[in-house]
């Protein structure tokens, strides 16, 4: 590729000196391989670079600084693609699946295209990933007009014989759009042909259009053996009703030989959108990336040269590749035209690429196993194995383990038709049974069901592809086939999971000493993991030692037949305790006591080693003296018990003959003192370590509770038992200090022996990573759901509750001004949209499409609305008549789609979000303009008084004010922790603008005259919902203004013990009820939280996670007392409330809550609000995140001068900072001075008066 295709401005002497720069270079860094691109472009070398631009007399150019922009599903690093090269996964460089322009301009990209997606991306120092579709789609907005259309017909297609035509050519346009681009020969014939699956769709006695011909009529389908082979079908090109009828491409039989064509379809060479930051590319590698599909082509394909973009129609644009080529003279062989799959921006390509082969499949189902195929698939299974483990020893998330199992059973079951059994860790593979007359029908019958199986994951993969029917239907009917051979073999149906009986096999166990060695080792390793632990060894060094221990214990399953547990017995006969143990069982009890006390009083760490090493030294001498490590469940016994028989089998150990109340007793009493040491280290705020061991311990404890009573501790277990002594009493007693909310952890069982951790709270800080803060507030929050497609999102209840207050609220309010719901369609059509010049001009780049009705191409593309003035206005001409008629206010609440191109984000900039919108009409101005005012004064309310965030009414700038309007009014809302401002909603004053364009008259009662309307437009979004969490949250989670939150206050009810009887927990249940009730009376929206699978701090955690105002805590306790404790979200405040007033109190403090929020946001927004007439100081604040108020001109030149210079120059930006300059926001109603004499615009190159004081700042 030339320099001069992409800077024709260059010389051959520019290009020669430019070539010799890059030789400098070459010989100034010859020992670092990246360094001709990185030294190049990097901002360390700038300097460098200028001296070499100096020293050959060259025009210095001005270097710009931006971040890299990364594309989805594929890599941007050198190394990695090199990988992909040298493992030839790819055909070089320039490959069409490559990220390089060499790959993407073969691909079909074209100069133009790129150039138009790089201007309208805009230079960023912001690092987002891009979805592939924005550039295809520009870029078929560049070749879609030019580019000439073509014909190809699959293989498999189908003759169709027309009755009464003629073989005749006409010349037709080769862009039904552009007659520039030429024309090209049209056969037409009695015998044409169509794709198969384009007859499928085809019915006798309908209509279908044959593209550049016209109607055909359908009047036989000719099928044998249900497959269709011929159709016949007579003309009607008289009939030009094209509407409903089904859209074809064809090819006609003449003399003219058919292109020979080959299609090629590529697929992502990463099968992940985004990997992570750890995550090893090499594990989503796509490894059938291309498909060739050979087509007919039509004749005209002859003339397209290499390097031209077609389209073929139905199919999509292609690039060619090489071009067609007639016989060789040495070989005879045609050379077909290949034809390179070019995007346009949609979810899938519009060709679906065929199945795989059906004869290699049967090629490869008819090849024999044998001993070595097993021994393969054997070594497959253990890698893929190792693959698993290592995925559950990192964490991984769940999808990505998914495909590995899925991988690895995928394995087992060809390894089971191969050889005959299940595969085992440890087993040898042997060939499959000699065939006998018996064996040969189970031999069948296995390889059946491997067919099957096969076949089954080959339509799984399809419809997940979301591949076409037809080709989904191809391949089921081969499965139902499949099955059908299978009963026939088998004589029984074919299920998932069927086992064909195989020669009997006599499977000898394996000896006990092998059971007992493994036990050995995984007690070994078990030692090895926790001395790491304790030692505090690396991550990497731990997970491994993780990883052989759950290998050891699958294999250990394997052998046995169960899991491993701790107490499980393999050596013949266990030591018996004997009383020196129970001396020693007793002084690691007190030394670890001992420990817990010295680190609840923050005593030094050497004084806390010194202990340790006492304790350690003590379960070392434990060890020796009982034969096995001392754990928090080993039980002191009151004299030597003779030990059981040998088992041959694991066994539990018999628990020792104490009364079964007793050892319950004590084991609560142990369980709540251990619980309260976890929350004692937790709310002192212990290292993570230490956190640990004392929950596992805890969960220890309450494994031997279950093993005892048969039953689950009880979850909400709180308060002292009777083998408390009183020390531990007065310490429950005394107040606890205020916890750090960490987030709680809910211990779960993954299947491996090992316990794992879901996390509840926010792991990001508001003030210290906001995107992250933002993104999981929204997710853990239970306000969204992240969707398929990029800026569109699950609204869940605990979002759209808050929507239908505002709702609620503001249709009462507007009904009481004469407005009325309607509803209009979300379809708007080109012709409408296209009206209103300036109107569309602002919304055109974001204006979705709908181009198709299921295979067809529509006859005209339909807009899905951007906003609904153009839709609404047309039904307002043909009802307003006379002045009669006027006003008419009317309302809908809907969605709305704007296809951005920025980063989305939820709520704030979304490509689908709900909102209202209301459109009215008035015979004179004033009234119009009234009520413009009266809205946006509603839409101040709705922030101030439900959501309790601080709004600024001003009018918007002609600059930014909505397209086609006279004036804008909006409500601007300020959010510090990103330093932005934020449009809350606008009120628009249209005028007679959009009535003049849809003639929207009246005839006036005083002159007879037609007068044209005035007309308003007004609407607020979901956005409100995304200003509130930015304004009010918090590094715990949502805070919810009352007024809007779902629910106002959670009853959680606590202090249930062990001990509790059943009698007890009824009163508390009755007593939340009443409570309940009586707070429901009172106008409360409140709930109970009565689940019994989680404790009461977990409730604690999760309900402050959602933002509820109020939480109510309510234990036995509580009701002797006749009491309550109730906590406020916004400050963790904690009070007690007498019962008996708290139909009053609570109301009161949902009020008091209110009204702090909005306090504190208010005086946030005015410390943030600095009002400046000078420049230097105007930029100085604006990047210290506040909004400014500085006297302006109100000149759009001007306007677009203050963006430019208060953007913080390239190079000059600190890690994370924003850059962009500060646009104007609104002219406040309120303004902060009078405009004096003296008074400048605040752009310092304005010489112009300032006309007012205008609200500048950063924004969303």
């Not at 133009?112 to 891009?130: D, N, R, T, W, Y």
């Not at 050596?571 to 680190?599: C, E, F, M, W």
């Not at 003779?642 to 089998?649: C, K, N, R, V």
């Not at 004053?989 to 849809?998: E, I, P």
Request: aromatic letters at 8%.
């Amino acid at each position: 590729m030339e320099l001069t295709q992409f800077f024709p401005e260059f010389t051959q002497r520019t290009i020669l000196h430019v070539q010799l720069l890059m030789q400098l270079k070459m010989l100034l860094i010859p020992f670092a391989p990246w360094s001709i691109t990185t030294d190049l472009w990097n901002t360390s070398r700038d300097d460098q670079f200028y001296w070499f631009i100096e020293a050959l007399n060259l025009r210095r150019p001005y270097i710009w600084e931006y971040s890299r922009l990364n594309m989805t599903n594929t890599v941007l690093s050198k190394r990695k693609l090199t990988w992909f090269v040298e493992e030839g996964l790819v055909d070089g460089w320039d490959d069409p699946r490559f990220p390089t322009v060499r790959g993407i301009l073969r691909r079909g990209m074209t100069v133009q295209g790129l150039k138009e997606f790089i201007i309208a991306q805009g230079s960023s120092k912001s690092v987002v990933f891009m979805e592939w579709d924005k550039i295809w789609a520009f870029n078929k907005k560049v070749i879609d007009p030019i580019v000439p259309r073509y014909t190809a017909v699959d293989k498999n297609n189908v003759v169709v014989n027309v009755a009464g035509a003629t073989k005749e050519s006409s010349e037709v346009a080769a862009h039904p759009k552009n007659a520039d681009v030429g024309t090209k020969t049209v056969w037409f014939g009695p015998r044409i042909l169509i794709d198969y699956v384009d007859a499928e769709t085809l019915k006798e006695g309908e209509m279908a259009t044959f593209i550049n011909w016209g109607n055909l009529l359908i009047d036989k389908i000719n099928k044998k053996d249900g497959k269709i082979v011929s159709i016949d079908a007579s003309l009607r090109l008289d009939n030009k009703d094209f509407k409903k009828t089904v859209k074809l491409t064809w090819l006609c039989e003449t003399v003219e030989e058919f292109t020979p064509t080959c299609c090629v379809y590529f697929e992502h060479i990463i099968s992940k959108p985004v990997l992570g930051k750890d995550e090893d590319f090499k594990n989503y590698i796509g490894h059938q990336t291309r498909t060739e599909v050979e087509m007919i082509g039509d004749p005209e394909l002859r003339k397209c040269k290499k390097g031209d973009i077609i389209q073929l129609q139905r199919r999509g644009f292609f690039k060619v590749d090489r071009a067609y080529a007639p016989p060789s003279i040495y070989t005879g062989v045609t050379s077909p035209i290949i034809l390179l799959e070019v995007p346009d921006g949609k979810e899938k390509p519009t060709g679906q690429a065929p199945a795989t082969n059906k004869e290699t499949a049967k090629a490869k189902d008819s090849k024999k196993p044998s001993a070595n195929d097993a021994t393969e698939i054997n070594d497959k299974i253990k890698k893929q194995g190792d693959i698993v483990r290592d995925l559950k020893t990192k964490k991984a998330n769940k999808a990505d383990i998914d495909a590995a199992v899925k991988v690895l059973l995928a394995l087992k079951t060809e390894y089971k038709t191969i050889s005959g059994k299940d595969w085992k860790p440890d087993t040898e593979p042997t060939p499959a049974p000699s065939k006998t007359a018996t064996i040969t029908t189970t031999g069948d019958a296995n390889a059946i069901n491997a067919k099957i199986v096969a076949q089954g994951e080959k339509v799984r993969i399809l419809k997940s592809q979301k591949a076409d029917k037809a080709s989904i239907d191809t391949e089921v009917k081969s499965l139902l086939a499949l099955k059908s051979e299978y009963k026939t073999a088998t004589g029984q149906d074919w299920k998932p999971g069927c086992v064909v009986p195989a020669v009997t096999e006599t499977v000898i166990p394996k000896a006990n000493n092998n059971s007992s060695e493994l036990n050995d080792k995984i007690k070994s390793q078990g030692d090895l993991v926790r001395d790491l632990k304790t030692k505090k060894a690396s991550k990497p060094e731990i997970d491994a030692a993780v990883k052989t221990l759950l290998s050891l214990k699958a294999d250990f399953k394997t052998l046995t037949g169960s899991d491993w547990k701790p107490e499980t017995a393999s050596q013949p006969s266990p030591v018996t305790p004997t009383i020196q143990s129970n001396s020693i069982h007793d002084s690691i009890v007190a030394q670890g006591d001992k420990i817990r006390d010295l680190k609840s009083k923050k005593a030094a760490k050497p004084v806390i080693d010194e202990e340790v090493k006492t304790l350690l030294a003590l379960k070392a001498e434990y060890k020796n003296t009982t034969g096995k490590d001392w754990t928090p469940s080993s039980v002191k016994v009151e004299s030597a018990t003779p030990a059981p028989p040998t088992q041959t089998h694991p066994v539990k150990e018999t628990p020792p003959a104490a009364p079964m109340a007793d050892k319950k007793e004590e084991l609560t009493g142990k369980i709540t003192s251990q619980g309260e040491q976890v929350r004692s280290l937790k709310a002192s705020g212990a290292s993570k370590e230490q956190v640990d061991d004392a929950v596992k311990i805890l969960l220890e404890l309450k494994e031997e509770y279950k093993t005892v009573t048969g039953t689950d501790f009880p979850v909400a277990v709180r308060g002292s038992t009777k083998s408390t002594d009183s020390k531990k009493k007065e310490k429950k007693e005394a107040p606890k200090p205020k916890a750090v909310v960490n987030p709680v952890v809910d211990a779960k069982d993954d299947g491996t022996g090992l316990k794992k951790q879901t996390r509840l709270g926010l792991e990001a800080k508001k003030h210290e990573n906001l995107p992250d803060w933002y993104s999981q507030i929204l997710t853990k929050g239970e306000m969204i759901e992240y969707y398929d497609i990029s800026g569109c999102y699950i609204l869940r209840p605990w979002s759209m509750s808050i929507w239908s207050v505002i709702k609620n609220w503001f249709t009462e309010e507007i009904t009481k001004l004469g407005v009325k719901e309607c509803y209009f369609p979300m379809f708007v059509s080109k012709n409408a949209l296209e009206k209103e010049k300036s109107h569309i001009a602002d919304f055109s780049p974001e204006v979705a499409w709908v181009t198709k009705s299921g295979d067809s191409d529509l006859a005209e593309p339909i807009a899905i609305r951007p906003t609904s003035e153009t839709i609404m206005y047309p039904a307002y001409a043909k009802w307003i008549q006379s002045y009669r008629d006027l006003p008419i206010k009317l309302n809908q609440w809907t969605n709305i789609v704007r296809w951005e191109f920025k980063h989305p984000q939820p709520f704030l900039r979304t490509r689908e979000f709900l909102w209202q919108e209301g459109h009215s009409a008035f015979a004179n101005r004033k009234d119009a303009e009234d009520e413009v005012l009266v809205i946006l004064d509603l839409y101040a309310r709705i922030y101030e008084e439900l959501l309790a965030i601080p709004v600024r009414k001003g009018r918007k700038t002609e600059k930014e004010k909505f397209a086609g309007g006279n004036y804008t009014t909006t409500v601007e809302a300020f959010i510090s922790a990103s330093g932005r401002s934020i449009q809350g909603a606008t009120s628009h004053h249209l005028g007679q603008n959009f009535s003049k364009m849809f003639d929207i008259v009246y005839e006036d009662p005083n002159t007879q005259q037609k007068e044209y309307v005035h007309q308003n437009s007004w609407g607020l979004t979901t956005r409100t919902i995304g200003v509130m969490i930015m304004v009010h949250g918090d590094d715990k989670g949502l805070v919810l203004p009352p007024r809007v939150a779902s629910v106002q206050a959670i009853i959680v009810p606590c202090g249930i013990t062990a001990n509790a009887t059943d009698s007890d927990r009824e009163k508390l249940q009755k007593s939340c009820n009443e409570l309940e009730v009586t707070l429901k009376v009172a106008g409360v929206r409140v709930e109970g939280d009565y689940r019994d699978n989680y404790s009461p701090g977990w409730k604690f955690n999760h309900w402050e996670l959602k933002g509820v105002p109020i939480r109510i805590e309510l234990g036995p306790k509580d009701m002797k007392s006749n009491q309550l404790v109730i906590v406020r979200r916004d400050t963790n405040e904690k009070n007690i409330v007498p019962r008996a007033d708290i139909a009053k109190i609570i109301p009161k403090v949902l009020e008091e809550i209110q009204a702090s929020l909005f306090q504190k946001a208010k005086e946030d927004f005015d410390s943030h609000s600095v009002v400046t007439k000078d420049w230097k100081d105007f930029c100085q604040n604006l990047d210290k995140k506040n909004v400014l108020l500085s006297p302006f001109c109100g000149e759009i030149d001007c306007e677009t001068i203050i963006k430019d210079q208060s953007a913080v120059a390239e190079g000059e930006a600190e890690v994370g900072q924003l850059t962009m300059g500060a646009k104007s926001l609104c002219i406040p109603f309120d303004q902060p001075a009078e405009i004096l004499a003296t008074d400048k615009c605040i752009n310092p190159g304005c010489t112009k008066k300032p006309l007012s004081y205008c609200l500048f700042g950063r924004s969303y």
